[in-house]
Structures are given as C-alpha cells and as structure tokens.
C-alpha cells in the first residue's frame, strides 16, 4: 500500500513541478512581462533630465561659461531626440540588439563624463564633452524606441494610455536616481554621474530577451490592468515627491537614504505582481480552452481551405494594380489618415510639417527651461538644496503630465471624440504660462513655474508620439516617432544655446563691467538678479503660443478623422484571430508562407 502511494506522490510531485515550469516559460514569454520590462527600462531612461544637478559640476570642474555649458545642454537634447538611427536600425534588427546597443552606448558616454569631471583623465576639449553627452543621451533612443515601439505594437488598441505610462515612467526617472544615488552614494554630485552611467545599462542588459513583439490577444479587462499599473505609479510618484519635500526640511542620515531608495525599489516591483496575475488568468484560459479534437480538424482543414485558395490566390495574381510612378505615391497617391503611410509619405505630409513645428516650439522652450532651471534658482539666490528639489519635483510633474496626456487624452477622445490635437494645444498655453513666471518671478513662483513647465513638458511627448502613431500607423513607427521628436533639438538649439545662453552672459558681462573688471578676471560667469533670464523666457513664452497656434491647425485638418473609430481595425484584427476561421487561416497563412 505504502508504494503505490508514494508512487502517486511522486508522481503528483513531478506533474506539479512540470506545471510550474510551464507556468514560468508562458510568463517569461508573455506581453505583460514583457510590459513590466519595458516600464523598468523606462524608468532608467530619463538620466538626461538630472543634468539641471550635475551641470553645476560639470561647470566648476571644468570652468564653462553658461554659453559652453548650454552648448553642452543642446548636444544632451540633440542626443536624446536625434532617435532617426535607433528607429531605422529598427527597421532591420530585433529589439535585443538595440538594447544592447543602447546600454553600450549610455555607458561609454557618462563614464567618459565622469571620468572627466573627477579629474581621472586629462581636461577634454569642449567638442569631446558635447560628443561623450551626445552619445550618452543617444542611448535613451534605443531604450525609448525598443521598449515604446515594441509595446504599442503589442497593445494597439490603448496605445495613447500605454504610451502615457512608459513616457510617464520615464519621467520619474530624474526624482527615482536621486533617491538612489542619495543612498548609495551620499550627497554627491558628481556620482550621480557614475549612476547615470552603469544603473541604465545594466537594466538594459538583464531585460534584453524579454522586450519583443508578440502576437497580439483581445483581452476584456486589458483597461482595467493599465489603471493598476496607472495606480501604482501614482503612489511611486507621491512617494518621491513626500520625499523630495521632507528631504529638504530634514536633514537624512545614510540609512534614512536606504530606507527611501528601499522603499522606492519595492514600488517599483509591484508592476511585476500585477503582471504575473494576468499572465496567470490567461495561463487558466488556455488550458480550459485546449480541445486536442478541434486542433487536429484544424491542422487537417487546412489543406482543403489552402486548395480552395489556391486558384483565388492564382487569379488575383492576374489582376495586378497599374504601376505608379514614386512621385505620385508621395504626394499624390497618399493613404487614408490611420493607415500606413510609408516612411517618405509621412516625412513629406502637411500634418508632419504642422506637427514638427509644434513640436519644435513647444518641447525646445521647455527643454531649455528645463537644462537652466538649476542657474535660473541661483541667479534668484535660491539655496542649493532648493535648486535640487526644484529639478526633482519637475521631474515628479513631468510623469504627471505624461500619464494625464494619455489617460486623459484617450478618455476624452473615447467618450466625446476630442482631438489629440486639441490636447497638445491646451498643453501648450499651459507652459506660457511658466515661462512667464520665471521672467516675472514673485517670491516662491519658481515652485509653480516648475510644476506648469514639468507638466506641460512631460504632456508634449506622449501625445507627439501616439498622434504620429494614429495618423501615419504602425508600420514604420519607430523611424516616425524618432523622426518627430527630432525637432526637439532644433527649437532647443535655437532657443537655449543661441538666444538664452546668448543673454545671460551678457547680462553676466554687463555686471563684470560695473564692477570695473572683465572675463578674463573670472573662472566662471555667473548672473544674478530678476534681469538674467526675464527677456530669454518673455521670448520662450511668445514661440510657445506660436507653437500653440500651429497645433489649432491640425486640430483643424484632423478633426474629421478623430470623430471616426480610429481603432476598429485593430479590433476586428484581434477578434479574428481569436475566432475559429481566423485561427485556421492564421495556421493556413503560415504554412502557405
């Protein structure tokens, strides 16, 4: 008796143990693992939003004028929004090689600036610094388009909800490495550095097989799960910014810092809960729903529906469509809006036009308060300490802009059919608003200015990125995304090296003239007075409204479309995949092929 028994036992033992195997290799290769990989890249993706700290270091280190140090801000933004390459090498290479090249890339940039800043390797021209920044915040391309593009392609049909979520992360990025470098390394600024260097890089390598493009399957409750990844992130958010305040009224031992950075990597992990969960309630459908009977009649059926294909497939092959010359597909011969525009379509399109200008407006004015925030708080003789929390909190607005531009924008556009356009629009005035706070400052308007330029900045990208998706397709959206946030640079170039970097120095110089002395007096021009930055932000503000006005004429020229059911296709894609013929003809489609 006692054989048996132990016999089932085992047995028992051993089916449980395949089971769990089986488990793990369905969630390790499933969609929302490979979400809650794409989340955490994310959330070391936003290293180039901190430069507002190091830049002070960078500066005294190496004994920059503001010019020079803006100079190396726009090349930060070039790197950052210069993503064309990382969405071609898309194009033709699976997601973990642009991971790889990525994680590569962002730690041979910041470890060259570390390196340099520390005093470890000899003083690097001006033009070596831009090309280590460069290079370094080109890396967040390959991040942004392996786990972006991947995602939406993955989840169609809340795509601006989804891309909220991963931009929204990425916008927590700058407050969550504060939090750690405080722990791991003190109140060091120049570590900072070395963390922005090997922390993304290793995220990077560790999730490089799990972020991929997967079949896509309708699930019911799929909103549902994005508001508990949406709740989660709430709380990280709140946590850092509780944090971010009471940091700068207390003062933090070490262990104080570890228990917060504990604290902020455990918040972090709760996605992977909610993840394994879905996961699971599909794991339970699928094995419910497997019928060996039906699988054989399948597979059997599909060689007749393949023979009666066959002559369809022959005769259409007949009917082939008149030849069209390149020029007339350009600009002539152009798809419906939602459909997919090929990469040449898109680029030469009126809306594309619209859109970039926006774009180049709204994110370049806000890049460049964003790269001076930290000289715009000494200029006004705010504290050190102060400075930091105002970097960090823009960074805790800048997520709260990204996940309302998505969330809310989808909301609105499902239940009202409010434009997307329109979003970007109301976004827009909002950050004119900050600008002129900051060039007429009252005590204390520097919180708010940065509050309403975090928000808007961080609302700018999600919608830039889910409008192109819905207005050109999927096809080649990781080359179109790429391309749109290229006119970030090109407004931040003009606005922050050549107009903002251009007038605080000469205001520094007018004050080195009245106290009877000259630059080569001094290691570093420094500003300070309401005059620094009042003319540079009153110029912000106006290409900001400018740029608002750009956007009412795509919210014109696409409001047609927003009033129709952008994302029906996608509906009936998946459906169809679900329903007994459309797994046939998915079988028959791949074996035909």
């Not at 830049?55 to 933004?77: A, P, R, V």
């Not at 110089?509 to 002395?517: D, I, P, R, S, T």
């Amino acid at each position: 008796m006692g054989e048996p028994a132990m016999t089932r036992a085992t047995a028992g033992g051993d089916g449980r143990g395949w089971m769990v195997f089986r488990f793990t290799a369905h969630v390790v290769q499933g969609r929302w693992l490979s979400l809650f990989a794409s989340f955490f890249i994310m959330a070391g993706a936003g290293g180039t939003y901190l430069f507002g700290i190091y830049s002070k270091e960078i500066k005294s280190s190496l004994g920059y004028d503001q010019s020079t140090l803006n100079l190396l801000g726009f090349f930060k933004d070039l790197g950052a929004n210069v993503g064309v390459f990382s969405g071609l090498i898309a194009e033709v290479t699976p997601t973990w090689f642009l991971l790889l090249i990525g994680s590569a890339m962002n730690f041979g940039g910041f470890f060259m600036i570390w390196l340099a800043v520390t005093g470890k390797i000899a003083k690097p021209k001006v033009w070596q610094m831009c090309l280590y920044m460069c290079i370094g915040a080109n890396s967040q391309n390959f991040a942004n388009t392996g786990a972006l593009a991947t995602s939406v392609r993955n989840f169609p049909e809340n795509r601006g909800i989804l891309v909220g979520l991963l931009k929204g992360f990425t916008g927590l990025s700058g407050a969550i490495m504060t939090q750690l470098y405080l722990a791991i390394y003190g109140n060091d600024s120049k570590s900072l550095i070395l963390l922005i260097a090997w922390l993304p890089a290793a995220i990077s390598v560790v999730f490089v097989y799990t972020v991929r493009t997967m079949k896509v399957v309708k699930q019911s409750n799929e909103l549902k799960v994005f508001y508990h990844f949406l709740y989660v992130s709430i709380a990280l958010a709140l946590f850092l910014m509780a944090m971010t305040i009471t940091e700068k009224l207390v003062a933090f031992s070490q262990a104080a810092y570890a228990g917060s950075a504990t604290m902020v990597c455990a918040l972090l992990f709760l996605p992977l809960i909610i993840s394994i969960r879905e996961e699971l309630v599909l794991w339970n459908q699928k094995e419910q729903h497997i019928d060996p009977a039906k699988i054989t009649i399948e597979n059997s059926s599909v060689v007749e529906l393949k023979a009666k294909l066959s002559p369809l497939s022959s005769s259409t092959k007949l009917e082939e469509k008149p030849q069209t010359s390149c020029l007339s597909n350009t600009f002539i011969n152009k798809p419906e809006r939602g459909e997919d525009y090929t990469i040449l379509q898109a680029l030469l399109s009126m809306d594309m036009l619209i859109l970039f200008i926006a774009t180049a407006c709204g994110l370049g004015s806000s890049l460049t308060a964003v790269d001076n925030l930290g000289q715009i708080g000494e200029s006004l003789r705010y504290p050190e300490k102060t400075i930091k929390s105002f970097v960090s909190l823009l960074s805790i607005w800048n997520f709260f802009g990204r996940i309302s531009a998505g969330f809310v924008s989808e909301s609105l556009l499902v239940k009202y059919k409010f434009p997307r356009p329109l979003m970007t629009t109301l976004v827009l005035f909002m950050s004119c608003i900050g600008h002129l706070l900051i060039a007429f400052p009252l005590p204390g308007s520097v919180y708010v200015a940065s509050v309403f330029i975090g928000f808007s900045f961080g609302a700018q990208f999600p919608l830039l990125c889910t409008i192109i998706s819905e207005l050109f397709g999927l096809k080649h959206y990781p080359t179109l995304f790429n391309f749109g946030q290229l006119a970030s640079p090109i407004g931040s170039y003009i606005l922050n090296v050549k107009v903002t970097g251009f007038l605080y120095d000469h205001e520094a110089l007018k004050e080195l003239a009245k106290k009877g002395m000259d630059r080569s007096s001094v290691k570093e021009l420094t500003c300070i007075g309401f005059h620094c930055y009042r003319l540079s932000f009153i110029i912000l503000a106006a290409v900001t409204c400018f740029g608002a006005l750009a956007s009412l004429i795509l919210v014109a020229r696409t409001r047609e479309f927003y009033r129709g059911d952008i994302y029906k296709k996608f509906r009936d894609e998946a459906e169809a995949a679900e329903s007994g013929d459309g797994s046939v003809i998915s079988v028959m489609k791949g074996r035909i092929m």
